[in-house]
């Protein structure tokens, strides 16, 4: 009987009056109470292509303990609310996590729960599917478990629509792991292992940077206004406020004369001492640091009792003493490099 209310009802799929829906959905619902799974799985995966389907009955179908049942509703009906969507996620199981992050889109609130929730394999599966968007935090939160999943890291890499800060944190990130893995290996090469992974991590910021069209519009601007002594912390402070990342590294490589690898390793670790050292360096405001402090914090919200502790830190930090560590970052990349190029 269920499978001929199916046949009638996809018969006439698209024409349905709202009145003839509901009767479907009434006598659907008493139905699919009182059949096995095998005919649920099937009725479900009948329906899960239909636009018009009744929309409480595919509730009924995508939140079946039952993945067979599910998981083609979860792909691919069009019927399920963002909040069903959201709702099942929270609640279900991994099986059900699994099937809806294989769904043609996903919003940034549904991401954020399974980047919460899932396991490796929905973490994955989310990670390769192109239709979805991450807010900042799910983004971050994404990048932090693939410090130790080297799949999970190229999934992210392989995105087109990754922030670059993102991507530096991911090469610091794999870097920091493969060293690791070296030096227990080799211990008597410590020294030539961290210089020549430090390079590797390098060229790749290098390679990244090459490819943002913002990097190079705002670098030379940016470059011409520090020639000229123009560029303030009022500057600075517009680049935090927009949250861009290209503005940002090349603004503070200038006024604290670093390497921008170097900046930018910084910024994408959210390490808030080194960040704290180049902003009392460049003599910047405790606003505008704590500015600083906030974008690099991927979404999160940095705690008043944080703020607090950065800022006893900020104040007792002299600038001379900020300066004269920033001159020894100077001289360690200079040492570094004749080093790693004699290495590769």
Known sequence: MLKRVTDLFLSGSGRHSRAEID??????????????IAARAQFGSRLAEA???????????????????????????????EQDLIRNAETMSQRHLLAISKRRELKEGLTDVLVTRGDRAVLVSTATNPGCRFSSLGLSSLVEKAGSDDTLALSIWARQDIPRQQMVRLFRQASEGLRLQLEAANPLQVGSIRAAIALASERLQAIARAGSSDFRRLSGYLEELHSTNNLDEGILDELVRQENFDGVAAALSLMCDLPIATVERALAQGHYEQVLLFAKAAGLSWNTTLALIKFQAYGRAVAQSDADQYFASYSRMRVQTAQTALQFYRLREASDRPTMANRF
């Open 23 to 36: 009767l479907f959905e009434e006598v659907m619902t008493r139905l699919i109470d009182s059949v096995e």
């Open 51 to 81: 636009a018009d389907a009744p929309g409480n009955v595919m509730r009924l179908l995508a939140f079946d303990r039952e993945i067979e049942v599910a998981g083609p509703v979860l792909s691919r009906s069009g019927c399920l609310s």
